[in-house]
């Protein structure tokens, strides 16, 4: 149980284009899904917090135009990536809390990432 | 606030020998901590969560963790280290009180040799 894909698993794109991840719950509902970003050899940064039906809440730096994130169902989040560079360049990884027992202790099942080469 | 401090951004082992992942966490209220391996193009696996209960946590695959409030450390251990072991391990905390996002530590590259 407690299974999170991420859709697609790898992308390459051109500079300037938009580029979507899908993030989904597959066998449970997630209240709350984050997204993060993980450089080459370094750790995850957290890039925004979303809750289902609300607007996400976005890390000090990160630019809620660039980076949109929609949370609209219980089982799917969305990040899309907004006239891409190559600076964006990176590992999208999302995560999910599916609350009541791990939201207490703030599990979180994680994604197997999407990683975007912006071209 | 929290933070988390991974003492060693690489560990070498060889097979059947004792690993130590060492973590220290800095935290103004009790935190909820936990353990994370990632291996090359796989997502990130919890192995072991410490939430205010037992002080000696067991995980997955042989690994354990004990919690020390008067040294704020949260050291990762497995007594007998295998090939498979060779991953990326991080340290985590959160504040359990309010929900916060997980706050990981830079990392710890474990290698494995035969």
């Known amino acids: 149980g407690a299974v999170v894909s991420q859709h697609p698993s790898w992308v390459i794109c051109k500079s300037g284009t938009s580029v979507k991840i899908e993030c989904r719950s597959l066998?449970?509902?997630?209240?709350?899904m984050f997204w993060y970003r993980q450089f080459p050899k370094q750790s995850l940064m957290l890039m925004a917090t979303?809750?289902?039906?609300?607007?996400?809440?976005?890390e000090q730096g990160v630019e809620k135009d660039k980076f949109l994130i929609n949370h609209a169902s219980l089982t799917l989040s969305t990040l899309t990536v907004t006239s891409a560079h190559p600076e964006d360049s990176s590992f999208y990884i999302c995560?999910?809390?599916?609350?009541?027992?791990?939201?207490?202790?703030?599990?979180?099942?994680f994604g197997p990432g999407t990683r975007l080469t912006v071209l | 606030a929290q933070s988390v401090t991974q003492l060693d951004s690489h560990v070498s082992v060889s097979e059947g020998t004792p690993v130590l992942l060492r973590c220290n966490y800095s935290?103004?209220?009790?935190?909820?901590l936990f353990w994370y391996v990632q291996h090359p193009n796989k997502g990130l696996q919890l192995l072991l969560k410490?939430?205010?209960?037992?002080?000696l946590v067991k995980g997955i695959n042989g690994f354990e963790a004990e919690f020390k409030k008067s040294e704020t450390s949260f050291h990762l251990t497995k007594p007998s280290a295998h090939m498979s072991d060779a991953a990326e391990y991080f340290c985590?905390?959160?504040?359990?009180?309010?929900?916060?996002?997980?706050?990981f530590g830079k990392g710890t590259t474990l290698s494995v040799s035969s």
């Open positions: 995560s999910a809390t599916e609350g009541g027992r791990s939201s207490i202790y703030n599990e979180q099942f």
């Open positions: 066998d449970f509902q997630a209240t709350t």
């Open positions: 979303s809750n289902e039906g609300s607007k996400a809440t976005y």
């Open positions: 935290s103004s209220y009790s935190p909820s």
């Open positions: 410490y939430t205010s209960a037992a002080t």
């Open positions: 985590v905390v959160s504040d359990p009180r309010t929900g916060t996002a997980l706050i």
